[in-house]
């Protein structure tokens, strides 16, 4: 929290995204201004949320009933004698201009507010870490039941809502983001979207999913062979998860991002399928899908205790079928303790 203190030492900031607003005050909502400053939090929530806002903030921070957005600026200008305001810089050309417009004080877009949040928000604290390991329990319940599912003349479709169907049994509040259950040649393509395709034997089956719980999420990809696989299958397969073994053992506090991600990529060149690997090694997960940090080619970041990253490989070939095997990991002090519990050699469904 020390640099964000720092920037705020003399400054004010309007923070307008949901889910940074949620991270500091413990309220989401649709709608709200968080207003921080040095040693001040004030969240202004419309009549719908105020109750719910009252009871979920944390200690310090102060709840105002939202009427307009003019009135709630003049009380903070007037309270906390500001002079200019301070934004993140993720809002549309349009919301800016419009706020510019609503705000009796300049409003500043701020990169290094931004950044300051970011960076905070990519080390998890334990109550987070317990959000992200509770969302892959239920996330990986349903794996362990969805397999009996898998057959063939069971739709893509089908094996999705499924899937989703038998987290949120499992203690999942919603979804990470859209599962996908792709088959056949669909796994060829890294996202694809689940068709009314069926099943088939001789068919890849891939599944990448993830629940929320708490807010946070999880993510993981595995995929399955149905019935029976090719050489080719399983020795694109087995590259895949060398690539995301010598990937997860170089995550640790202190290496580069873009190094883990050569780790993991050069096991796939050196099998012959540099090519067909066109993603990125990984990306942090918390209360978004994607965060800091990021596990990229060009990523000059380094990992730090406290990161949740994702290790997910894979290899691709057009037309025909991919294979994908992800984990998410926790940095600890000295390595990386992986949160995925579950098998991932190359099971074949009979
Ligand atoms: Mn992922």
Not at 45 to 65: H, K, M, N, S
Not at 68 to 91: F, G, P
Not at 127 to 140: H, M, P, W
Not at 288 to 294: C, G, K, R, T, V
Request: net charge negative; charged share 25%; hydrophobic share 40%.
């Amino acid at each position: 929290m020390d640099e964000l203190k720092a920037f705020l030492k003399d400054k004010t900031a309007l923070i307008l995204s949901e889910v940074n607003r949620f991270y500091l005050s413990g309220m989401r909502s649709s709608l709200g201004y968080l207003f921080l400053s040095d040693g001040c939090k004030i969240l202004y929530v419309d009549g719908r949320y105020i109750e719910a806002a009252r009871q979920a903030v944390f200690e310090g921070v102060e709840v105002r009933l939202l009427s307009k957005l003019s009135e709630a600026v003049s009380e903070i200008v007037r309270d906390l004698k500001v002079k200019e305001l301070y934004c993140e810089t993720d809002l549309t050309v349009c919301e800016y201009e419009q706020l510019k417009e609503m705000l009796s004080v300049p409003l500043k877009a701020s990169q290094a507010l931004s950044d300051l949040i970011l960076n905070l928000r990519a080390v998890k604290s334990q109550k987070e870490l317990f959000f992200v390991i509770s969302a892959q329990r239920a996330a990986e319940k349903a794996f362990g039941e969805i397999l009996n599912f898998i057959k063939p003349g069971v739709t893509e479709r089908r094996l999705k809502l499924e899937l989703e169907y038998k987290m949120q049994l499992a203690g999942a509040e919603g979804m990470s983001f859209e599962t996908i259950a792709i088959s056949g040649k669909n796994t060829s393509k890294p996202h694809g979207v689940p068709t009314e395709k069926p099943i088939e034997a001789g068919d890849f089956v891939t599944m990448d999913f993830g629940a929320t719980v708490g807010g946070y999420c999880s993510d993981m990809t595995r995929t399955v062979a149905v019935g029976h696989a090719t050489d080719e299958m399983i020795y694109c397969y087995n590259t895949v998860l060398r690539a995301q073994e010598a990937g997860i053992a170089a995550i640790k506090p202190g290496a580069l991002c873009r190094d883990v991600d050569k780790t993991a990529r050069s096991v796939i060149e050196k099998a012959g399928f540099g090519d067909c690997f066109n993603h990125s090694t990984g990306h942090g997960v918390g209360l978004e899908i994607h965060e800091q940090p990021n596990l990229s080619a060009r990523s000059e970041s380094r990992l730090s205790p406290g990161n949740i990253v994702t290790c997910e490989p894979g290899i691709y070939l057009e037309d025909r079928f991919g294979v994908r095997i992800e984990d998410m990991l926790f940095v600890t002090q000295n390595g990386a303790q992986n949160l995925t519990n579950c098998q991932k050699n190359l099971i074949i469904l009979k």
